[in-house]
């Protein structure tokens, strides 16, 4: 069976800080991992996705994951946090039927 | 391609009622998903569909709930009677596949409140 966990229900950080967003899945083979997003009242979009062709992937509006198999990892990360973006955010694995239960990111001016 | 298309966006309706939720997919996809998103339980797979064939229901909450798919290019999701318990945004998606690396294209939601 495949499972992620999203270990921070809640961020919090200052525009421009940098941004981390953790996440650690459980799959007996090699998986796919997506992040989406949820903006406020919308539906969710892809931010990124991993497909074992590199381990860091760089996705939309600078955000970037990292595919650690050791660790059984796939943070999201972000150098510099904007006001936009401030939302909710999924890891997901291969199957796309598991969401994480989404990490909240606030951003304070 | 319009992206999914789901109606209504909003529906507002009394306890007992019956509600139906509409979803159009993106044309080519051969997957559909519906999801439920509440507070409390955050987002969580109600059935979906490959096909057009129901593959996996075992989201549904209860025989109040159905979902139909008669052609690829349309789905639904009913709720007879509905419970104020039932209140939550009703998001549909579409997929070209459920695994690998193919992404799914969720709709805007349908905001449902049950009185």
């Known amino acids: 069976a495949q499972s992620v966990t999203q270990l921070d229900s809640h961020v919090s950080v200052s525009e421009g800080t940098p941004v981390l967003l953790r996440c650690n899945y459980s799959s007996s083979y090699s998986p796919s991992l997506f992040w989406y997003v949820q903006h406020p009242n919308k539906g969710l979009q892809l931010l990124l996705k991993y497909t074992s062709a590199a381990t860091l992937v760089k996705g939309i509006n600078g955000f970037e994951a990292e595919f650690k198999k050791s660790e059984t990892s796939f943070h999201l990360t972000k150098p510099s946090a904007h006001m936009s973006d401030a939302a909710e955010y999924f890891c997901?694995?291969?199957?796309?039927?598991?969401f994480g239960a989404g990490t909240r990111l606030t951003v304070k001016p | 391609d319009a992206g999914v298309i789901q109606s209504p966006r909003h529906e507002v309706t009394e306890m007992g009622q019956e509600v139906t939720l509409r979803c159009k997919p993106i044309?080519?996809?051969?997957?559909l998903f519906w999801y439920r998103q509440t507070m409390m339980r955050g987002l969580e797979l109600l059935i979906y569909f490959n096909n057009n064939v129901p593959i996996d229901d075992s989201g549904m909450p209860e025989d109040r709930f159905s979902a139909k798919m008669p052609n690829a290019s349309f789905s639904t999701l009913k709720i007879q009677p509905s419970e104020p318990r039932d209140s939550a945004v009703y998001f549909c998606?579409?997929?070209?596949?459920?695994?690998?690396?193919?992404?799914?294209?969720f709709g805007p939601g349908t905001r449902l409140t049950v009185l």
């Open positions: 997901v694995v291969s199957d796309k039927r598991r």
């Open positions: 998606a579409s997929s070209l596949a459920t695994g690998g690396f193919h992404e799914q294209f």
């Open positions: 044309s080519g996809h051969d997957y």
